[in-house]
């Protein structure tokens, strides 16, 4: 169905289309028009089946044409990306590792799944609705067993301990993607793990959270619930091209310069700043959202946090974790 002038752009940015990606689908319809002109000027006794199937072949040869902006996908296969449900996603395997240890997501899962099935099925919540702080504790006493930068074992100003779950936003990020997921829900005062959740963990143990909880986190999540930033700038859309190009070449700067060149619509969200421009700033949102919040907490990068070298401003350096490459594979 065609997308109309004042109806919300299909990228997810929140603005109307005619302010939005129109520009582009007009390009592409151009492109369309002149060729059906073309085919009309050399032949002139086309019938209307006839040049619907001319129609229909160049629409397929336009959407199946490499696009240089989009690192040479076609975009069909960008629509897959941005559009297709998670299990619909093309050129992409997502397997579950056998061992999830090194995930700091999944370990805080197994901690708050076992404390309530030891304590009989139930889980008294604070006053305030979190987690226990004896829970709480015991979540930030492994962070020495994850591969985190030095940054983060400060547990003062870490993101993966804390003194309670406000303080915590690892543990308080697992929690919420539980709930959406299901697989514990908190009702008067209490929090419990649900039938199904109990059934699959029995069977499968934390292997079968691990898929549903990756579609949370890329499906429904909001990815500026723990940041300033405003809500509605686009960037969850884009995890799975983003993160193909992490592993194609693990440079941040790329990343960053590889995703405001496939969208440059979401540097509009950005106003200038004295000390930054739109693209510094989007680099800045994709290193809080998609690199911490995101991979890191899943244990599937580790950021280094020095951001001066001599002086100078540098990127954040990333090292992939053999988790990473386990769960993701591309076929491109």
């Known amino acids: 169905m065609k997308t109309g002038r004042n109806e919300p752009c299909p990228c997810g940015s929140g603005k109307k289309f005619k302010r939005c990606c129109m520009t582009n689908d007009s390009q592409q319809s151009s492109e369309l028009r ?54 619909e996603l093309q050129k992409i395997s997502i397997q579950t590792p056998s061992d999830l240890s090194a995930s700091p997501v999944m370990r805080y899962l197994e901690l708050i799944v076992d404390t309530i099935l030891e304590q009989g099925g139930t889980m008294k919540a604070t006053p305030k609705g979190n987690l226990p702080a004896k829970l709480v504790k015991a979540a930030s006493e492994l962070l020495p067993e994850f591969a985190v930068a030095e940054f983060n074992k400060t547990v003062s100003i870490s993101e993966f301990a804390g003194s309670n779950e406000d303080k915590f936003n690892a543990l308080h990020y697992t929690r919420i993607l539980a709930e959406l997921a299901d697989i514990i829900y ?20 934390m292997t079968a959270f691990f898929p549903v909880l990756l579609e949370m986190a890329t499906t429904r999540y909001n990815w500026g619930y723990l940041d300033g930033w405003e809500d509605d700038i686009p960037l969850r859309e884009f995890w799975v091209f983003m993160l193909w190009r992490l592993q194609t070449h693990g440079s941040v700067a790329q990343l960053v310069d ?19 421009t739109p693209k510094e700033q989007l680099g800045v949102l994709i290193e809080t959202r998609f690199l911490s919040r995101f991979l890191e907490f899943f244990g599937f990068v580790v950021i280094d946090p020095k951001r001066f070298i001599d002086g100078q401003f540098v990127s954040p350096k990333l090292a992939c974790q053999a988790l990473l490459q386990q769960t993701f594979r591309f076929s491109l």
């Open 186 to 205: 908190i009702e008067r005062g209490k929090f419990y793990i649900s039938k199904w959740a109990q059934e699959q963990y029995q069977a499968q143990g």
């Open 258 to 276: 590889e995703t405001a060149t496939a969208f440059p619509d979401v540097l509009k969200h950005f106003q200038d700043e004295d000390y930054r």
């Open 34 to 87: 002149d060729a059906i002109e073309q085919t009309l000027t050399m032949n002139p006794n086309l019938s209307i089946d006839d040049l619907n199937a001319v129609v229909a072949q160049r629409a397929e040869e336009m959407n199946n044409r490499p696009n240089a902006d989009f690192c040479g996908l076609t975009p069909s296969q960008m629509q897959n990306w941005l559009y297709a449900p998670f299990n």
